[in-house]
């Protein structure tokens, strides 16, 4: 059975930093694109960032742009969100996606459990 775990959420006060982990068992992870998808309160899911299978190729919302890094490592099967200069606005559950497209949020199926981010002073 596929399971994609997040881990790293917290509470931070504006223009800390934050690495969120996502790690993945059940499937070949090398295979997907995998995406970052955060979801705030009363609000839709909104995709955050993507990388292709290769890790060569990132994709960013331009809400991040400039302060999220994604990365991966195919061999220890798991996809990584640096973020740093956080914002208020970027209070947010986030879960980490396996896809067919770095840019495009598959079905909540394919999506891990979250983790939950907090900035705040």
């Known amino acids: 059975e596929a399971q994609l775990v997040e881990s790293g959420g917290g509470m931070v006060q504006p223009g800390g930093s934050l690495r969120l982990s996502c790690s993945s068992s059940g499937f070949d992870f090398s295979r997907y694109d995998m995406l970052w998808v955060r979801q705030a309160p009363g609000k839709g899911p909104e995709w955050v960032s993507g990388?292709?299978?290769?890790?060569?190729?990132?994709f960013y919302a331009e809400s991040v742009k400039g302060r999220f890094t994604i990365s991966r490592d195919n061999a220890k099967k798991t996809m990584y969100l640096e973020m740093n200069n956080l914002k208020p606005e970027d209070t947010a559950r986030y879960y980490c996606?396996?896809?067919?497209?770095?840019?495009?949020?598959?079905?909540?199926?394919?999506w891990g459990q979250g983790t939950q981010v907090t900035v705040s002073s």
């Open positions: 990388i292709d299978t290769t890790g060569g190729i990132p």
């Open positions: 996606a396996r896809g067919t497209s770095p840019t495009n949020v598959p079905t909540r199926g394919d």
